[in-house]
């Protein structure tokens, strides 16, 4: 919608303005922001990986083993006290 002005011209959108002024060849983007210099990335020593990973297999191999035992308890107890037939 075009609103009117007093002389009878009409006013354009911002953003009409916008698309119709050039502007210079370097403030396309708006001004230019300084690059930052990133820290390099801490260096993850072979020792320390190894072992979270090895922390990481024994865990899930206990977690295993330990369920497993108490599945086979579980099903024992179950057999003992509520017969099915």
Partial sequence: MQ???P???HMQ???QQALQCPQPAGQL???EVPQHHHKPKPKRRFFRRFMTGYLM????LVNIYVLSQLLILLLEWLNDHISLV
Avoid: K
């Fill in 3 to 5: 609103n009117p002005m």
């Fill in 13 to 15: 959108p911002p953003v």
């Fill in 7 to 9: 002389n009878g011209q």
């Fill in 29 to 31: 983007h708006g001004p």
């Fill in 57 to 60: 297999i024994t865990g899930a």
